[in-house]
């Protein structure tokens, strides 16, 4: 049985009061923040690929390079399976799935950032850290994810790229 609670898995909310707000007028005022390019505000942290009988997705983590600036979400891209086994074969590696939240111990920080619904499976996604960056899938029973949800537990943003010719 999966039981745990909310509490139990450090769910961290990602909110922004003036997003889509047309709120921009502070950002001039706030002066420059150094000299980076575009390419080094963000980074790709985790990535894998997620193969679900015959779905593919591309699990994507970015993150900010800025320091000081914690901002960390991961979007899941639906894919065909041409460009599954293209970025595989250019070294994209299978995500991990278990049955057990990852433990947190000395060096392995374990972060929860969402809830993944794909048809009826459900997975918690997990963020974990230690000398590498890696997307932790941990099935859950799907009425359980679903009652999460609907107590405000995030829902992971998932992308649809296949063509559609």
């Known amino acids: 049985m999966f039981d745990y609670q909310i509490s139990d898995m450090n769910v961290m ?4 009061n003036s997003c889509n707000s047309g709120n921009t007028g502070t950002m001039g005022t706030m002066g420059t923040m150094g000299t980076m390019t575009n390419e ?16 593919f997705f591309a699990v994507v983590e970015i993150e900010s390079a800025v320091p000081s600036v914690e901002l960390s979400v991961y979007v899941i891209i639906r894919i065909d399976q041409q460009t599954a086994m293209q970025l595989h074969d250019a070294g994209l590696e299978f995500c991990q799935i278990q049955n057990s939240i990852p433990v947190a111990t000395e060096g392995v920080n374990v972060e929860f950032q969402c809830i993944f619904i794909n048809k009826n499976q459900a997975f918690a996604l997990f ?39």
């Open 13 to 16: 909310s990602n909110t922004c």
């Open 40 to 55: 080094e505000v963000f980074e790709i942290g985790a990535n894998c690929l997620l193969v679900l009988k015959n779905r």
């Open 127 to 165: 963020d974990v850290e230690d000398n590498f960056d890696r997307a932790v899938f941990v099935r859950i029973p799907f009425d359980e994810a679903k009652k999460m949800i609907r107590r405000g537990v995030p829902q992971c943003t998932v992308v649809d790229a296949r063509s559609h010719h």
